[in-house]
Structure formats: structure tokens, C-alpha cells
């Protein structure tokens, strides 16, 4: 997701908020603190992570002697690993958002 279908999510999801007759005990923190913006950090992690498994691999197949088989193949598991993480999350917030949206009012 990007930033503005974050930031679309979010006052959606605050203009239901405030028509609701139940409001919620406290705000969620905005700042460095807030959801969206831990999203993007993580987000910008895994970036990080596919951007240095593919130097590797690329340094290996040019014959790079300071680069083993075996850090290529751990940096690409890693990579695999935190994109699968971050695709269930994205999963997860859209079946979340969906679910609200079909709630009865």
C-alpha cells in the first residue's frame, strides 16, 4: 500500500469513527509513534532487505571473492521471508478494512 491509500484508509476510517455513538476510549498517537508510520518503516525494512539480496547476488555472479554462496542464499531468505511477512500483514489490514466496511450501521 502506498502512503496516500494508507492516509485514504485512515480518515475513512476516522469519519466513521466520529459518526459512530461509540467512541473509543483513547486515540491511536500520531507522530513518530503512529500506525502508518511504523507501516512504512517496516515496509522501507523489507525494501532494504530485496535491495541487499540482489547486490549479493549480483556481486556473486560477477565473481566477487568476499561473497559466499551461502551469505546470497541467507540474504535472499531473509528478503523472502520479511516480503511474505509484510504481504500476510497487508493481507490481514484489507480483510480488517473490508470487514468494517460491510459491518450493518
Known sequence: MSDMQ????ITQ???LAERSPVKP???APEGP????????????SVNQ????SSSLATAF???????TLAQVMVAGQKSSIGFEATLQVRNHLLKAYRDIMNMPV
Open 6 to 9: 494508507i492516509q485514504q484508509v
Open 25 to 27: 476510549p483513547t486515540e
Open 49 to 52: 532487505l530485496q535491495a541487499q
Open 33 to 44: 509513534q503512529g500506525f502508518a508510520h511504523l507501516l512504512k518503516q517496516s515496509v522501507d
Open 61 to 67: 555472479q560477477q565473481g566477487d571473492p568476499n561473497v
Open 13 to 15: 476510517m476516522r469519519a
